[in-house]
């Protein structure tokens, strides 16, 4: 089985610059997460999609973040304009819907951002 | 805001040794995971305890869960360099996603 592929691996932008990053989940997981993490702290979610219906963005930056996840599988997360305390760890995590109670997410390897 | 806090923040042991990692959490949970990061990359599931579990094996590691007190612990026995790398517990409640807590980061000496 394919795990979660993200892209751009690395990202280095000047801050008021625009950003995209790419997440394919695994195949079949209606499940999509976008997390953000700042160095030596945990993973915060930032926006989680069923489908392709958004569940949770209540800690998403609606000024200058968005996200979409068209036809239910690939998702796109944007920054514009992108800010200094947005440098940090974007992680796609993916996981399937029918095991109600156990939602154990697959991680990406993260697209890692720095703002200057 | 996070969920959990880990405690240890830090932790350096011997190889050969056991680690305990322990987590503690605010409000109530379906279920309550643990992951590991290895520097640079993303997370992987270790183990996954429900509510009404009390505790839990897979090979090395050995997870407990007390609701009463929200809290669990995580331990490693008999630790190898290669389990370097930083512990998160995460909380799952009604709405299928988790949170995360702030990590231990776990250093094993050879």
């Known amino acids: 089985e394919a795990g979660v592929a993200q892209s751009p691996r690395y990202k280095i932008i000047e801050k008021r610059q625009s950003v995209a990053f790419w997440c394919n989940p695994i195949?079949?997981?209606?499940?999509l997460y976008w997390y953000q993490q700042i160095l030596g702290q945990g993973p915060k979610l930032l926006i989680q999609?069923?489908?392709?219906?958004?569940?949770?963005d209540s800690q998403l930056p609606k000024d200058r973040f968005s996200a979409e996840r068209l036809k239910g599988v690939d998702s796109t997360l944007k920054i514009q304009p992108a800010k200094l305390e947005d440098s940090a760890v974007y992680l796609c995590?993916?996981?399937?819907?029918?095991?109600?109670?156990?939602?154990?997410?697959?991680f990406g390897a993260g697209s890692r951002l720095t703002v200057l | 805001s996070q969920q959990g806090e880990e405690d240890p923040q830090a932790l350096s042991i011997q190889e050969g040794e056991n680690a305990t990692m322990n987590c503690s959490y605010k409000?109530?949970?379906?279920?309550l995971q643990w992951y590991r990061q290895n520097s640079g990359r993303g997370l992987v599931h270790l183990i996954l305890?429900?509510?009404?579990?009390r505790e839990k094996h897979s090979g090395r590691l050995r997870v407990t869960l007390d609701t009463s007190k929200k809290s669990s612990s995580l331990l490693i026995t008999a630790s190898r360099a290669a389990d370097t790398a930083s512990y998160f517990c995460?909380?799952?409640?009604?709405?299928?996603?988790?949170?995360f807590g702030s990590g231990t980061q776990l250093t094993v000496l050879p």
């Open positions: 195949s079949g997981h209606a499940t």
């Open positions: 409000t109530s949970i379906n279920n």
């Open positions: 305890i429900r509510s009404n579990e």
């Open positions: 999609f069923q489908n392709n219906g958004v569940v949770d």
């Open positions: 995590a993916s996981s399937p819907f029918d095991r109600p109670g156990a939602n154990v997410l697959t």
């Open positions: 995460a909380t799952s409640g009604s709405a299928r996603q988790l949170t």
